[in-house]
């Protein structure tokens, strides 16, 4: 269910370094708790497979730092093509008329001095309707790229994901992205 999630396209700042997210080895994770006939719950798990975007990253400049990444809503898969249709149908992310979910940094800040967590800020955008989120994220490096790690929960209602029923209100959306 939602999310899906996550990041993409932003806009250039100088002082920091370009990168592009990969699909190989990146993934957007979503879960959720689906409450079935007889009380028990259920943790629906899902994937957003398809992402673009810009990345521009430097820890220590982080002034000139930002995320746009979009998620291609078509590519959500839960294992389960019954409710994956249902997904992408009008009831929830309605991938006709909403193709893109979309992510843009508004802020970047390091947790504590020395760290390797980071705080972001931004605007995230599903089925049309914006609104601010944060989350918190790791870093490591490899080379020339990163891998960029978090976690954050959003309310899919927010996002006119679903309606209120059976489904939980909250989705917990995992995020890991490797650049080149």
Request: glycine fraction near 8%; proline fraction near 3%.
């Amino acid at each position: 269910m939602l999310f899906v999630c996550c990041f993409m396209l932003l806009r250039q700042h100088a002082g920091a370094q370009h990168y592009v997210p990969v699909e190989t080895g990146s993934r957007i994770e979503f879960s959720v708790l689906n409450k079935e006939a007889g009380g028990s719950a259920l943790k629906v798990k899902g994937t957003i497979n398809k992402m673009s975007g810009s990345i521009n990253f430097d820890p220590k400049h982080l002034d000139k730092s930002s995320f746009d990444i979009t998620l291609n809503a078509a590519s959500v898969n839960t294992g389960d093509a019954a409710r994956d249709k249902d997904l992408k149908g009008f009831r929830f992310f309605d991938v006709l008329s909403f193709p893109a979910i979309r992510f843009v940094s508004t802020s970047v800040t390091q947790d504590r001095p020395g760290s390797i967590v980071y705080n972001i800020a931004g605007n995230l955008t599903i089925k049309g309707v914006t609104k601010p989120v944060k989350l918190q994220f790791t870093t490591t490096r490899s080379g020339k790229s990163y891998l960029f790690r978090g976690s954050m929960t959003i309310n899919r209602l927010m996002f006119n994901v679903g309606e209120k029923g059976d489904i939980s209100d909250d989705v917990t959306v995992f995020i890991e992205v490797r650049t080149k």
